[in-house]
Structures are given as C-alpha cells and as structure tokens.
C-alpha cells in the first residue's frame, strides 16, 4: 500500500502564491508518476498537472504559466508551485500516485486552497 499527505494549502489573496506538498510513503515499489487533482466547489474534480518519474509534465490549460509541478524521485515527493493565483484556483487539491506495473492510483486526503478577491 502506498499513503500520500498532502500539505500547504491555506488561505491566500488572488494573486499571492502557495507551494503544496505531497509525500507518499509505505511501499517498496518505485513511483512512476505523480499528479495534482482540484476540485472547485461544486464541481467535479479536474486534472490540473502530473509529472512522470523521467521529468515529463502535464499541465491544464487553466494553470499554464502560473503552475509548476516537480518530483523529487529521492523524497518520493510531489510539489505544486502556485503563482498568481485567482479566485477560481479555490478548492481541494488532491494528490495522486501511479506505481510502475499497476493500474491503480493511489490518492491523498486533499488539501484547501482558497484564494480571496
């Protein structure tokens, strides 16, 4: 089994920064890929950025130039940096795992972000 905490959401004004965290510990098998999840109130959760353990990254069209996302393969540990952050940036950020050889993703708690106007 594979755990993930998240960490370093909170409260921010529009146009502040955030950087989360995500440790995923508890299993002996190597991390292929690691990704952030948002859902915004009443909404569905939406990809917002992955990162492959070779360095490929993925972001939402929505969060280009204002997000990025890193690995630290070492720490088994996924990072978002969040610059300029908007109003529609507010809900939970979850962060999720894929192990190599396995279809299945392993996800955190989730963390709040929210982003005051």
């Known amino acids: 089994q594979l755990q993930l905490v998240e960490s370093g959401g909170g409260l921010v004004q529009v146009g502040g920064s955030l950087r989360l965290s995500c440790v995923a510990s508890?299993?002996?098998?190597?991390?292929?890929?690691m990704g952030w999840h948002h859902r915004a109130p009443g909404k569905q959760r939406e990809s917002v950025a992955f990162?492959?353990?070779?360095?490929?990254?993925n972001y939402a069209d929505s969060v280009k130039g204002r997000f990025t996302i890193s690995m630290d393969n070492a720490k088994n540990t996924v990072y978002l940096q969040m610059n300029s952050l908007k109003p529609e940036d507010t809900g939970v950020y979850s962060c999720?795992?894929?192990?190599?050889?396995?279809?299945?993703?392993?996800w955190g708690q989730g963390t709040q972000v929210t982003v005051s106007s």
């Open positions: 990162v492959t353990s070779d360095g490929s990254t």
């Open positions: 999720y795992a894929h192990l190599y050889g396995s279809w299945r993703a392993y």
């Open positions: 508890g299993s002996d098998s190597s991390i292929n890929a």
